[in-house]
């Protein structure tokens, strides 16, 4: 038997939760599907936001014979099969074909549906849960038009599982009897994913089965899949998490910081938090405060050797520390620069004062001969030429307005202007 969220799938606009930025009755999505001149699409979004019921519906509303394919099974073969289908009188319109998971299909699945795209043989609606710019070939992208789901709100799934109360009642004749504060739990534990939501009341379906009573809330946890966040760790949200907390470290919101740190905790990634908060250290913070990068890497070790819960202290406390911190992006912008001149072959040849003399015969080739050792001067500083002579005249490192930054600028500027 089918799993309840199949069974009771909508097969209405109407009946959809969620999504209200591409169904609601002014949106272009909405407005294409009631014309019937179906484009070829891809619904790009998390699992259980609607993208497979939507697509069901457009190929009701469709005249044309519908294929379904999920990518992480399909074969060439098949898609050989559907490509046959299009040259017979069986479809008289061309197809739409469904391909659910399109991320799977290698480069050359891909391109063996262009033909037919192109033509109008077919019609393609495919779905990913990951970001299409990545994983989706440009010949495809540039015939299709992308429509992006989102986590449907937990205001939209708590209507999802009334109604999934409602079915299993007129299906299953079982009669599940939940909270007010059940029904608030499912709707936020299942992170958006109303599939998750239904699997949960198909569950509690059974137990409800076997007692009369109502369902406790301690029942409910029980047989809920927790999951109040979508999070991956090869995909986009994993990506778009570390992106969020590096960058309200970076605009010193601590609060909106130790949010994201939050979930990166909860996902139980630890070697990532370690990894961007060792990058923030010198990245954002940086010489405005470099003792900064000594206690984040402190807090770091005590993370890594406690471990889960208690790591979560250490870890916040390094948040904080940087989040609260001066800025600099001095040294990042220094590096960068140096890198953009040796990538483009600038800066070749060594000026021959700084160059090894521990070797006989250098002195033959001049090496070294008009080097100047800085501490035999004053203040230990000599003006010479260290860069090649093509960048003589670089400027890589500027100093940051920060306190520290400013004070080394002017010690340094003292020193050089006595000489």
Request: aromatic residues 8%; proline residues 5%.
């Amino acid at each position: 038997m089918n799993p309840l969220s199949d069974r009771i799938r909508p097969d209405s606009l109407e009946d959809i939760v969620g999504q209200q930025h591409l169904l609601n009755k002014q949106a272009p999505l909405y407005n294409i599907i009631a014309s019937g001149n179906i484009p070829n699409m891809i619904f790009y979004g998390p699992s259980g936001c609607g993208k497979t019921t939507l697509a069901n519906i457009i190929a009701a509303k469709s005249d044309r014979k519908l294929y379904k394919l999920n990518a992480t099974t399909a074969s060439i073969s098949d898609i050989k099969a559907i490509i046959d289908d299009c040259n017979l009188f069986t479809a008289p319109n061309g197809v739409l074909l469904y391909l659910d998971e399109i991320q799977y299909f290698n480069k050359r699945q891909q391109q063996s549906l262009l033909e037919f795209i192109e033509n109008g043989k077919i019609t393609l609606i495919a779905s990913t849960t990951e970001n299409p710019y990545f994983y989706i070939y440009n010949a495809i992208l540039s015939r299709c038009t992308i429509f992006e789901f989102k986590p449907v709100a937990p205001s939209d799934v708590k209507k999802a599982i009334i109604r999934a109360v409602e079915k299993v009642r007129e299906y299953l004749s079982v009669n599940i009897q939940l909270s007010d504060e059940s029904l608030d739990y499912l709707s936020v534990a299942c992170g958006g994913d109303v599939r998750k939501a239904i699997n949960s009341i198909e569950l509690l379906s059974v137990i409800a089965q076997n007692n009369n009573a109502p369902l406790t809330l301690d029942q409910v946890k029980q047989c809920t899949q927790k999951s109040s966040m979508r999070y991956d760790r090869d995909g986009d949200v994993h990506y778009d998490i570390l992106s969020a907390f590096q960058k309200s470290i970076r605009g010193s919101d601590e609060n909106a910081a130790l949010y994201y740190l939050a979930r990166l905790i909860e996902a139980n990634d630890l070697p990532s938090i370690c990894r961007r908060l060792l990058v923030i250290a010198s990245e954002d913070i940086g010489l405005a405060y470099p003792n900064a990068a000594v206690i984040v890497k402190s807090c770091i070790d005590s993370a890594m050797m406690l471990g889960f819960p208690e790591a979560r202290i250490p870890l916040a406390q390094a948040v904080i520390l940087l989040a609260t911190a001066p800025k600099s992006n001095s040294a990042i912008c220094a590096i960068d620069a140096a890198l953009d001149d040796v990538r483009t072959g600038k800066g070749t040849e060594i000026p021959k004062t700084l160059r090894d003399t521990h070797y006989s015969g250098s002195k033959k080739l001049s090496n070294g001969l008009d080097y100047k050792y800085p501490h035999n001067f004053k203040n230990n500083y000599i003006p010479q030429q260290y860069l090649p002579d093509d960048i003589k005249n670089a400027v890589y490192y500027k100093y940051g307005d920060n306190k520290f930054e400013r004070s080394t600028e002017e010690y340094w500027r003292k020193i050089k202007n006595e000489n």
